[in-house]
């Protein structure tokens, strides 16, 4: 099964400034999902992220190995770290109508191919992974500004 949800945003940041004064009221999802293998391990990670989420929006953090399309919703949120992570969202049926790419940031081993933008050999090979599958991902930190599209970075 199939479930289109509203939005999925890579950020190594996760829940952070841009995330909750931006793209909250931006999208206004009924639901912030975090999807990653670490943080859904980290209670005290999940503890301080869940102290900005708006009282009104449901937080739930999984596992790459718990998500699947039946845990979202047509007004999800998704947040996760890496094309890694949001790749495993696709495998498990999980279909953004706005796949979005904010900040990946310099690491040891990952190159700037754009402001903000940096990526190792496994961030590529996801990243073509991504795009094989026909989703359209576009580089966008803020929604003030204008989104670029990954193949045209790549």
Known sequence: MTTET??????????HGQVIVGWLPEIKPD??????????????????MALSVPPEI?????????????????TSFILVVSPRDAWACLE?????RRFNIGGMHS???????FEALHLDNEDRKYFEKIL?????????PTPQNEP???GDIL
């Open 92 to 96: 498990k049926g999980i279909k953004p």
């Open 31 to 48: 639901r912030l999902v975090v999807v990653n293998d670490k943080i859904s391990e980290d209670f005290m990670r999940q503890e301080l």
């Open 6 to 15: 509203a939005f999925l945003r890579i950020d190594d940041r996760l829940v």
């Open 107 to 113: 690491r040891d081993n990952k190159e700037e191919i």
């Open 132 to 140: 094989d599958s026909g989703a359209m991902p576009v580089f966008q």
């Open 58 to 74: 449901d937080l739930q953090f999984y596992s790459t190995a718990e998500i699947d399309d039946q845990k979202v919703s047509q």
């Open 148 to 150: 670029v599209p990954l």
